[in-house]
């Protein structure tokens, strides 16, 4: 007899003792759990705008959280040593309790974020730590490849305050470099940008795998349901694949075929592009990002010209 998860889009059917794809969701007696609950492999304090969010909090810092796992299989994953299966027991951990963790976050008064390997397949600990700093009053963000499956968005939707979300690239991509599908991405960022939480999506651009039509393509989608917010960062070789990395060139121009599409506000990661923020209406400076400082020249989220930034922009 199976038993089905119903943690991310795969929902796995698992007979006793069988793993899913993410490797650490496993039938144990005919109920699926999570072998490594609370074991923690990363936990840093980060600028809020590493994940990256630019909308949520400028210039404030996050406690960044990583249990192992993952339900994806990207060749240029950044974090594979905490997310790929044959890395799982080379690495240690150290057991935190989700009150222990949001103790932390509450002494030093800083949002919590589920991060670096892919929080949709530990949503259990996730959940409890998110309605624990939910009571505290501790903002909570996601960063994930944005592949719930419908049940666990649902669960996760009323605890989680703002999401970094990954959108590789088409269904061709995602099949040759993720094992996986862009689907249920897009399935979830529509109904994402519907909700009251900030919304980013990030691409990695890979230079000769990304084209600037593919850039169109995808601008166009997200622009289309209503996303404000798009990342466009360079590859740097990592894991598996060893292609050159993205240059600054091919990224300034992605950029600018991103912003053609009247999505209101791109940005370059991972390079010397322009990262500040300016107003979609006048085009004023409201945020100005320094490599160690940010600085921001906003009145209750508005702009002189009284624009009303997207996000929640209070520090």
Known sequence: MKTRCDFCYRECALGEGQR???HIRVNRNGAIVTENYGEVVALALDPIEKKPLYHFKPGSYTLSVALFGCNLSCSFCQNYSISQKEFHSRRSSEYLSPEELVRQAVERKVSVSFTYSEPI???DYLLDCARIASDAAIPTILVSSGTFSKA??????PFIDAYSID???DESFYRRYCSGSMKPVIRSLEILAKTSATVEVTTLLIEGEHTLSDVKELGTMLREMGIRVWHLS??????KLDLPATSESFLREALAVAKELKIP???????HQDRDTRC?????LLVKRYPHQTKVFLKEGKCTCSHQLYGDMES
Do not use: D, M, T
Not at 280 to 284: D, I, K, S, V
């Open 121 to 123: 397949v530990w949503q």
């Open 167 to 169: 959108l590789k690239g």
């Open 280 to 284: 979609p209406e006048c085009g004023a």
């Open 265 to 271: 506000h791109v940005y370059g990661g991972n390079s």
């Open 152 to 157: 666990s968005l649902s669960r996760i939707l």
């Open 234 to 239: 360079r590859y740097h070789p990592a894991y």
């Open 20 to 22: 899913g794809v993410c």
